[in-house]
Nanobody, 120 residues
Framework: QVQLVESGGGLVQAGDSLRLSCAASGKYTMAWFRQVPGKEREFVAAIIRNGGNQRYAASVQGRFKLSRVNAKNTAFLQMNSLKPEDTAVYYC?????????????????WGRGTQVTVSS
């Protein structure tokens, strides 16, 4: 049973930073998606298994950075210059794929989500 455990969400002001963590029970391609009520889950960032490549949504490019520590099977999403529109539940996802898909359906495993709220 693959487990993904997220942490690091919270309430911050616009311009602040937060770091989300996702600990997996194995080595996978990992990604973060986010979702607000009434909208589809939105791709945020993905990182390949060996950490050599990352992919970002245009809306977070240059503000968010995804990294991983393979020895701990943990991925970190550093979120800087946060905006109110970044407010969402953030979900960690993992896949046995080798490509960094931006499609939620391509990820087999999901965490429970962590709330990020950015006030203006």
């Amino acid at each position: 049973q693959v487990q993904l455990v997220e942490s690091g969400g919270g309430l911050v002001q616009a311009g602040d930073s937060l770091r989300l963590s996702c600990a997996a029970s194995g080595k996978y391609t990992m990604a973060w998606f986010r979702q607000v009520p009434g909208k589809e889950r939105e791709f945020v960032a993905a990182i390949i298994r060996n950490g050599g490549n990352q992919r970002y949504a245009a809306s977070v490019q240059g503000r968010f950075k995804l990294s991983r520590v393979n020895a701990k099977n943990t991925a970190f999403l550093q979120m800087n210059s946060l905006k109110p529109e970044d407010t969402a539940v953030y979900y960690c996802a993992a896949s046995n794929r080798w490509d960094m898909s931006a499609t939620a359906e391509d990820y087999e495993y999901w965490g429970r989500g962590t709330q990020v709220t950015v006030s203006s």
